[in-house]
């Protein structure tokens, strides 16, 4: 996936601030306060929403009060970006009221295409990204001094890296998956149009069985 453009409307000591990532690698750099955390922060939000409540686990005031915008404009942003098939999304937030929308590129509203609660709204960045928030939070969302990887993580981590060995992507395809179990089928059971398989074996013995009764049938009537 790549981002394309990055419109903050209003988060943190943003406001109307566009960014458009160029091709391959983008670092964003500044000194200390300038807000890179705050560009960081501003993207997992727009994918995953910011979840409300008074104070996180460990104390800290919650990203809503957090991120609010400091001069008072609109709370929220764009997100434009693309995925490896080539596919354009554009997605909408507003974190005052809590609402999302996200658009195709043909500017089609598919927000409702995708599973929904109450925190998140649709759950598209699950299934765009193929990674869960708290995956999310400890790969490509890592801040400084944290590389922890949670037992979850790991899991996830595991079986892409398997993925990527055995078949040189880190999703397993469905339509090889699918081949694989066709042909396994076909050799260790067989089919109709096959003759030496052990189904067509099976189907063999089983028809002759049957002619023997019948033929002892017939000389005992």
Same mark, same amino acid.
């Given at each position: 996936?790549? !981002?394309?453009? !990055?419109?903050?409307?209003?988060?943190?000591?943003?406001?109307?601030?566009?960014?458009?990532?160029?091709?391959?690698?983008?670092?964003?750099?500044?000194?200390?306060?300038?807000?890179?955390?705050? !560009?960081?922060?501003?993207?997992?939000?727009?994918?995953?929403?910011?979840?409300?409540?008074?104070?996180? $686990?460990?104390?800290?005031?919650?990203?809503?009060?957090?991120? $609010?915008?400091?001069?008072?404009?609109?709370?929220?942003?764009?997100?434009?970006?693309?995925?490896?098939?080539?596919?354009?999304?554009? !997605?909408?937030?507003?974190?005052?009221?809590?609402?999302?929308?996200?658009?195709?590129?043909?500017?089609?509203?598919?927000?409702?295409?995708?599973?929904?609660?109450?925190?998140?709204?649709?759950?598209?960045?699950?299934?765009?990204?193929?990674?869960?928030?708290?995956?999310?939070?400890?790969?490509?969302?890592?801040?400084?001094?944290?590389?922890?990887?949670?037992?979850?993580?790991?899991?996830?981590?595991?079986?892409?890296?398997?993925?990527?060995?055995?078949?040189?992507?880190?999703?397993?395809?469905? $339509?090889?998956?699918?081949?694989?179990?066709?042909?396994?089928?076909?050799?260790?059971?067989?089919?109709?149009?096959?003759?030496?398989?052990?189904?067509?074996?099976?189907?063999?013995?089983?028809?002759?069985?049957?002619?023997?009764?019948?033929?002892?049938?017939?000389?005992?009537?």
């Amino acid at each position: 996936m790549k !981002i394309t453009k !990055i419109d903050i409307k209003g988060f943190g000591k943003f406001d109307n601030t566009v960014f458009s990532p160029g091709s391959g690698l983008n670092i964003f750099y500044g000194a200390n306060e300038a807000g890179k955390s705050t !560009i960081q922060a501003f993207i997992k939000a727009m994918f995953f929403g910011i979840k409300s409540g008074r104070r996180t $686990k460990d104390g800290a005031i919650n990203q809503n009060k957090r991120f $609010k915008p400091w001069s008072g404009k609109a709370f929220g942003g764009i997100l434009e970006y693309m995925l490896d098939d080539g596919c354009h999304y554009t !997605i909408g937030r507003n974190f005052e009221n809590n609402s999302l929308t996200v658009y195709d590129e043909f500017s089609n509203n598919i927000t409702g295409e995708f599973p929904a609660d109450k925190e998140t709204i649709a759950k598209f960045a699950e299934q765009h990204l193929g990674l869960s928030e708290s995956v999310f939070e400890r790969t490509a969302f890592l801040g400084q001094m944290q590389s922890a990887v949670n037992q979850e993580g790991r899991k996830i981590l595991a079986e892409r890296l398997i993925n990527l060995k055995e078949s040189g992507d880190e999703q397993v395809s469905f $339509k090889a998956s699918v081949n694989v179990l066709k042909e396994a089928l076909i050799t260790h059971v067989g089919s109709e149009r096959t003759t030496t398989r052990p189904i067509n074996i099976l189907n063999s013995q089983l028809h002759e069985a049957l002619e023997n009764e019948k033929a002892a049938r017939e000389l005992y009537e």
